[in-house]
């Protein structure tokens, strides 16, 4: 751990660059961080934290007498404390690298990697030891109810990560994953994703073939059964692995599942062994799926499966995760951070398995480097296809994006009407809630998709219902 180390973060409000600084302030040291855009619920955060922020990146702000300097994947070699980073001399290094040194060394790092439900799955996971008194650490981004936080501070053996593959910092493109010294890993599912710095799927793949390859020989890694786009990928493993899943031919089985108001149970067999009945607190048969390698993680751990069970009925989940943000006259406004096809299926999916009897709104915003691209111009719309209406919001900053590159709005709601569905492109914000307030009907969800904050559509809405 380090200790009574001055520590400068560039770029300190990102979600992860913020829970590294209070997890390094909790260990001892002294932290100061800058970025251009300081704001709630991250600048109070910090504040809380007693962690000082300068605004704005200015040459003059890198303090000359620090001990370490963390250097935010957002900031270009150019960026004037890049700059000056280079020219003082300091030992620098990326969010991902300071983590592995401080937090994961001597420890057991539990990895959860793959294209979808990283952010719920180790959420889950580190509940789940936090539940059985395992008293983990925990980085992950997004904001864990339970907690009411991001990150936690370890006080026993496990830290639990939530494995990015997106590319470190300018001076390594490298993925974050590769930083995380993984003794154990969940790995959700492999997909093309991140069209701004990955070209094909084999690239992707090639990382994941990196990452699987420095797992601890003596830990284990645990796949989702179908092994999509997994070739050439596993068989760099040098540890255990297990699959999970609802194939017969899963070693982690899920069997019997059901959901009933808010609640999937379900039996998880373990090569043929009934290991017993399980429920959390959660929609859709993704989320169980999730569910099942955490317990199969859980009891390779060591941890009964009663206490287990416990654990995860106290789960209150993710914030932007299929979360309530309010109802109104009985119209209910969600928010879910699904912005890849397969994950908006999955989403839309578990909403209309959920709630059978109300119609579903599926408001999207393409913001993501990957939507905003034509890389799945077929692909999304047919992802939103279960929906009952569709509105589509403008291309977030489509400005950064080559004309030729972008995402077609226009044809993808003519796709999705030559499908027979009732969809719209209404590009402004301010239009969808007059849109919607003037068109839905109690009994309606309005599921609001987007990667961002889409400029507080979800309030705004519940203000004028």
């Not at 300097?69 to 070699?77: C, D, F, H, L, R």
């Not at 300091?90 to 952010?119: C, D, M, W």
């Not at 040098?238 to 069997?255: H, K, L, V």
Request: charged residues 25%.
């Amino acid at each position: 751990m380090p200790k009574n180390k001055s520590i400068y973060i560039i770029a300190v409000c990102g979600t992860g660059m913020s829970a590294l600084a209070g997890l390094l302030k909790k260990s001892g040291c002294c932290v100061v961080g800058s970025d251009a855009n300081i704001y709630p619920p991250v600048s109070d955060l910090l504040i809380k934290y007693g962690i000082e922020v300068k605004e704005g990146y200015k040459k003059e702000n890198v303090p000359l007498d620090a001990d370490l300097i963390i250097v935010g994947n957002a900031i270009p070699k150019t960026n004037p404390e890049a700059v000056a980073t280079l020219e003082s001399g300091i030992r620098y290094v990326s969010f991902p690298e300071a983590l592995g040194e401080f937090f994961l060394q001597n420890r057991k790092s539990l990895v959860v990697a793959g294209t979808h439900g990283k952010t719920t799955t180790s959420s889950l996971l580190a509940w789940m030891l936090e539940g059985t008194d395992k008293k983990p650490g925990f980085l992950i981004g997004g904001w864990l109810k339970n907690f009411d936080s991001n990150y936690g501070y370890p006080e026993g053996d496990y830290f639990v990560v939530e494995g990015d593959e997106y590319d470190t910092a300018f001076f390594d493109k490298g993925p974050k994953f590769l930083h995380y010294r993984p003794y154990a890993s969940i790995l959700t599912g492999i997909e093309f994703d991140h069209a701004d710095i990955y070209d094909s799927l084999e690239q992707i793949q090639n990382n994941f073939r990196k990452f699987v390859s420095i797992i601890n020989p003596k830990g284990f890694l645990l796949v989702e059964d179908t092994k999509k786009n997994m070739e050439n990928v596993l068989d760099a493993a040098s540890c255990q692995i297990e699959t999970y899943g609802f194939s017969e031919n899963a070693d982690w089985r899920i069997q019997n599942y059901t959901h009933s108001e808010g609640i999937g149970t379900f039996n998880l067999i373990h090569k043929q062994e009934l290991i017993g009945n399980f429920s959390i607190p959660m929609i859709g048969r993704h989320n169980v799926q999730n569910t099942s390698a955490v317990i199969a993680m859980g009891l390779k751990s060591g941890i009964g499966p009663d206490e287990i069970n416990n654990a995860l009925a106290k789960f209150k989940g993710v914030k932007r995760r299929q979360e309530i943000v309010g109802v109104k006259n009985d119209v209910i406004v969600m928010d879910d951070f699904a912005h890849h096809p397969t994950a908006i299926a999955l989403t839309i999916d578990a909403v209309k398995e959920a709630y059978p009897n109300r119609r579903v709104w599926a408001v999207f915003e393409p913001r993501s480097a990957t939507s905003r691209r034509n890389s799945f111009q077929n692909e999304l719309p047919e992802s939103l296809v279960m929906a009952d209406k569709v509105v589509f919001a403008k291309l977030f900053l489509p400005d950064k994006i080559k004309q030729e590159n972008r995402f077609d709005l226009e044809a993808a709601v003519e796709d999705l009407r030559n499908k027979g569905k009732d969809a719209y492109l209404i590009p402004e914000v301010e239009d969808i809630i007059d849109y919607i307030v003037n068109n839905s009907k109690p009994g309606d969800i309005i599921l609001i998709m987007s990667s961002g904050g889409f400029d507080n559509i979800h309030r705004k809405l519940l203000d004028r219902l």
